[in-house]
């Protein structure tokens, strides 16, 4: 019985003609909060702050799931050196000088604020407030969070070793430091060739 009461109390309201406003305001509301809910679900790159966007830290990755760079360089080059005629079974041992580097993106917000004083005297003194808010920008796959990349560079090899079965004469000694040098584009000096 209390339930109907309330529910005519409710009509009643809604029929008075001053009171058409505020369900129109009520309506409207339903609808803007649907619309914000809705796009949680189909949004993309998604921004914390509106600004511009700045490349500013340089972050080591390491993905512990897949081969690291390093170790696809060395079973290549090894799989490319067991392919050249004497050289025979190849062990291919490369040293990074640091880890695969990546720059995320920034959403970057300055905020300038100038105020002037005057003091008894007749001098003005002015002061000037700035500050500066940055955030990563990020990307959603698959309901994570991932940073966007806006570069990501690769180390530079300080040196190759290689030991080689054919590696017992001086021509395929050549043949395996000329090729190394010119597929990872290092100096020779940077290759040491040995007999396996």
């Known amino acids: 019985m209390v339930e109907r009461q309330n529910i005519e109390a409710i009509l009643n309201f809604l029929k008075n003609p001053r009171n058409k406003a505020i369900f129109n305001l009520i309506i409207i509301f339903a609808i803007g909060f649907l619309f914000l809910s809705l796009s949680k679900f189909t949004e993309s790159p998604r921004r914390s702050q ?58 970057t917000i300055n905020n300038q604020k100038t105020s002037e004083e005057k003091d008894g005297e007749g001098g003005i003194r002015s002061t000037i407030e700035t500050q500066s808010n940055r955030q990563v920008v990020l990307l959603q796959k698959g309901g994570d969070d991932e940073p966007l990349l806006v570069k990501k560079s690769t180390p530079a090899i300080k040196g190759v070793l290689i030991v080689a079965e054919g590696a017992s004469s001086s021509r395929i000694i050549d043949q395996i430091t000329r090729a190394t040098s010119t597929v990872l584009d290092i100096p020779v000096y940077k290759i040491k060739v040995l007999q396996k």
């Open 50 to 107: 509106s600004g511009d966007i700045q490349n500013i830290n340089v972050t080591p990755v390491q993905n512990a799931s897949e081969q690291s760079y390093e170790e696809k360089l060395e079973k290549h080059l090894a799989d490319v050196l067991k392919k050249v005629i004497d050289v025979g079974d190849v062990n291919v041992m490369i040293t990074l000088e640091n880890e695969v580097m990546v720059e995320p993106a920034y959403n």
